[in-house]
């Protein structure tokens, strides 16, 4: 059985990504800070490591950076996980040497033929080692989906993740503004349109991806504050 460590700050991640590989014969061990995980892997010596990018202490590059620099494990694959709304610094990833990146929320199913992919390149890599034929360490990158060769995960460019993606199309309604009725200020009418517009453009996906930032930590906050007062 192969060894996950998960290092995550979200009770619900971490539940999720358990629940994912409960039935792929792999064995999570989390932990919630990245201290916690540079701790965690020179125990347990994981076969790939998910770390977030966003977690007190050590964060994901600054987790991955140590794992590099590991004289016995510094090829141990770590994926980042990187939350819908998080600012994802591509440069900073390449420079950790994270294997590759995930964004949450995630389909269980992605998740698993990342790993797996990532986890038969290591593979490759080690035989190549053993075998005198490997030119030399490489850290290979992988974008989130598998190649359409399912024998052989793709080995391309880590997909970035956009620092102020326009999720909800302010962009395009701006233009159309400006076109409409080119002004220097807005007035509180114009304000309001804009507004009722944007809602209305809100799709589902932006709903989920915000919901699964804010809910589990909304949810756990009323918890403790349950909890307190039935001290």
Request: glycine share 6%; aromatic share 4%; charged share 30%.
């Amino acid at each position: 059985m192969r060894t996950i460590l998960l290092a995550d700050d979200s009770p619900t991640i971490r539940r999720l990504v358990t629940q994912t590989f409960a039935d792929a014969n792999f064995k999570i061990v989390e932990v919630n800070n990245g201290d916690a995980a540079i701790k965690t892997f020179e125990e347990i010596k994981p076969n790939i490591v998910l770390a977030d990018i966003y977690m007190p202490g050590q964060n994901g590059y600054q987790v991955c950076t140590y794992i590099r620099k590991h004289p016995q494990l510094g090829q141990t694959p770590v994926v980042l996980l990187v939350g819908a709304f998080d600012a994802f610094d591509e440069d900073a990833a390449k420079e950790s040497g994270a294997t590759a990146s995930i964004t949450k929320p995630f389909e269980p199913g992605a998740l698993i033929d990342l790993v797996k992919s990532v986890l038969e390149v290591d593979a490759e890599s080690q035989a190549e080692a053993a075998s005198g034929s490997d030119t030399g360490p490489k850290t290979e990158v992988l974008s989130q989906a598998a190649s359409a060769d399912s024998s052989k995960p793709a080995e391309i460019e880590m997909r970035p993740h956009e620092e102020g993606e326009d999720l909800l199309g302010l962009g395009t309604i701006f233009k159309e503004e400006e076109t409409a009725a080119p002004t220097s200020t807005l007035s509180e009418q114009d304000i309001e349109r804009i507004a009722d517009r944007v809602i209305q453009k809100v799709s589902a996906q932006v709903i989920e991806s915000i919901a699964w930032d804010i809910v589990p930590d909304i949810t756990e906050k009323i918890v403790r504050e349950e909890l307190k007062r039935n001290k």
